[in-house]
Nanobody, 115 residues
Framework: QVQLVESGGGLVQAGGSLRLSCVAS????????MSWHRQSSGKQRELVAT???????NYADSVKGRFTISRDNAEKTVYLQMNNLKPEDTAVYYC?????????WGQGTQVTVSS
């Protein structure tokens, strides 16, 4: 049974930083592409950043230069370091694991950025 557990969300002032973590179980972590998505109130869920099994990463334009995704295959954990946070980054952040047509989601962690 696949399980993804996110942590690290919270309330932070604009300009601050947070580090999200997502611990996976029930999968061969190293062969999965891992990503972070977010969904704010009234909007569709959007892709924030991806760390592929092969090591490459990519980011949404809105977070480039501020967010960094990384993964630790030994610990089965993917991280999202978020710096210079803005109020528009406020959302529920979800971890995703994907390999071909297999996809799993975490329960989400709330990030709130006050102005």
């Amino acid at each position: 049974q696949v399980q993804l557990v996110e942590s690290g969300g919270g309330l932070v002032q604009a300009g601050g930083s947070l580090r999200l973590s997502c611990v996976a179980s029930g999968i061969t972590f190293r062969i999965y592409d891992m990503s972070w998505h977010r969904q704010s109130s009234g909007k569709q869920r959007e892709l924030v950043a991806t760390a592929r099994s092969g090591g490459s990463t990519n980011y949404a334009d809105s977070v480039k230069g501020r967010f960094t995704i990384s993964r630790d295959n030994a610990e089965k954990t993917v991280y999202l370091q978020m710096n210079n946070l803005k109020p528009e980054d406020t959302a529920v952040y979800y971890c995703n694991a994907q390999r071909f047509d297999l996809t799993s989601w975490g329960q989400g962690t709330q990030v709130t950025v006050s102005s």
